[in-house]
């Protein structure tokens, strides 16, 4: 029988179990807490063993939904959100008419498609959307005299790169900074910082591999199927099947990318940046959904006006389906802090804070901060949730940082950069796998391709991080 790599629910409830045998062998502890509930470094002591048994396990990932409910509410409320802005057709349309009004300068192309995924990425972690857009943008490049590689690199490397570099992503960042107890905004500079570094390096990669195809198909890494795809793409073209950017469609728009800015104005620390004159508005998961709730309302509503078959049947169907599309995530996260339940339980969660203060007393802050990352790269093959990911570790990687004197901010930025970039490629990865099957790229060639890119932005990222520390 050939090995499927399980789901990730599968992998949680068998982490469970297995957190639990430990409470058995792992000695319990505890440390004194400061008035932030944060561990304070140096007060840890021994407490009697509570080991937790299979009733415990059954309970865990029940209590655990109980604990995340605030993080699941919001990603449900985000997902009713998304499910009728995409009903509304505005983004679609948006893409299409870019794709429309710079065909036959496609160079500018690519640096547009590029920048709009990564601002999806980075705001809403925009990656199954993506799926949509392969068939519009493949016959484009592919008539242009450019490949299907060029197509999914945008694709998949604009949002990808985009989803690395979360600024207010809410399925990294915010779930990750949920879990770490510190604001969203925090640490968002160096996202930034990643942000940009990474989508430049990913648009001149892109134009440098289309350029040499085009100036010579013949080094396309698909060039023994050239005619095929010409012939495939081609003669299946169309773009009719994309809404009309009308006014409508644009004001949506508009009230989609200000949702993102009421958020990160609602979360960001604004004293970090010395600004005081503006209040610090210290939204968390409660104001942030009922944010999202109400921008759904008021798009509902504009999209209604002129149009007799979208009703509050329909706006509600649109809404139901989206939080539907996104209810997995919601489960993982409930799932995933059912790990934390047991731990905390079992009294071994500060045992193993305590390991890990011994460790990086003598470490420093930059080893500890390039090993954060490097602990996260398999980690992210093992878990390729990202909102799983988050639940499962922050609760522990979080507080280390404190010992080892590094905010948790910036441990929530290698955990996401480290899980943004196994997600480029990692075959476990639905928008991986099915942009490339759309695109007809065989998963080795993908791994040719984009290789040398890796190692740029793993490098680039780890001198971000250490950057980072000292702001």
């Known amino acids: 029988m050939k090995f499927k790599m399980p789901s990730a629910y599968s992998i949680l409830i068998a982490i469970i179990i297995v957190v639990a045998i430990l409470t058995y062998v792992v000695p319990a502890g505890e440390y004194d807490l400061n008035e932030e509930e944060a561990p304070i470094p140096g007060t840890y ?80 972690g925009m990656a199954e959307e993506t799926i949509a857009f392969y068939p519009l943008i493949i016959p484009v490049f592919i008539a242009a005299g450019y490949d299907a590689v060029t197509a999914v690199s945008v694709i998949l490397l604009g949002a990808g790169l985009g989803v690395l570099g979360s600024t207010v992503n809410p399925f990294a960042t ?13 640490g968002i500079g160096i996202r930034l910082l990643i942000l940009v570094a990474g989508e430049i390096i990913g648009i001149l990669y892109t134009i440098r591999y289309a350029k040499k195809v085009k100036e010579d198909p013949s080094k396309s890494l698909v060039a023994n199927m050239r005619e095929e795809n010409k012939e495939h793409f081609l003669g299946k073209q169309d773009t009719d099947s994309f809404p009309e950017l009308n006014g409508k469609r644009i004001l949506i728009l508009v009230l989609f990318a200000l949702t993102f800015v009421v958020m990160i104005y609602g979360v960001l620390p604004l004293e970090d940046f010395g600004v005081e004159a503006i209040p610090t508005l210290w939204w968390w998961f409660p104001e942030l959904t009922a944010l999202f709730l109400v921008a759904s309302i008021i798009i509902g509503v504009i999209h209604a006006i002129g149009d007799d078959e979208f009703g509050e049947e329909e706006f509600v169907g649109s809404f139901v389906n989206g939080a539907r599309d996104l209810l997995g995530v919601a489960l993982i996260v409930g799932v995933s802090r059912g790990i934390t339940v047991v731990m905390n339980a079992g009294n071994i969660t500060a045992t193993v804070l305590h390991a890990g203060e011994t460790t990086l007393s003598q470490a420093g802050r930059i080893p500890f901060i390039v090993l954060t990352y490097l602990f996260y790269i398999p980690l992210s093959f093992l878990i390729p949730s990202t909102s799983g990911l988050a639940t499962v570790s922050m609760p522990i990687m979080a ?72 702001f």
């Open 174 to 186: 915010g779930i990750a900074s949920g879990f770490a107890e510190v604001a969203l905004g925090r």
């Open 45 to 124: 002591e021994s407490v009697d063993s509570t080991p937790q048994g299979p009733a415990a396990v059954m309970m865990a990932p029940i209590q655990g939904f109980y604990d995340a409910k605030d993080v699941a509410l919001f990603i449900l409320v985000i997902g009713g959100f998304l499910g009728v802005v995409m009903k509304t057709g505005a983004i679609d349309a948006g893409i299409a008419k870019v794709v429309e009004t710079f065909k036959g300068r496609e160079n500018w192309m690519i640096i547009i498609l590029m920048a709009l995924f990564a601002v999806g990425g980075s705001t809403y």
């Open 399 to 470: 507080p280390l940082g404190d010992f080892a004197n590094v905010s948790r901010g910036l441990v929530i930025t290698a955990y996401q950069s480290a899980s943004g970039i196994v997600n480029l490629v990692t075959p476990t990865s639905a928008v991986v796998m099915g942009g490339l099957a759309i695109a007809r790229v065989p998963y080795g060639t993908w791994i040719k391709y984009v290789w040398k890119l890796l190692v740029l932005v793993f490098i680039m990222t780890i001198a971000a991080l250490v950057i980072g520390l000292y």
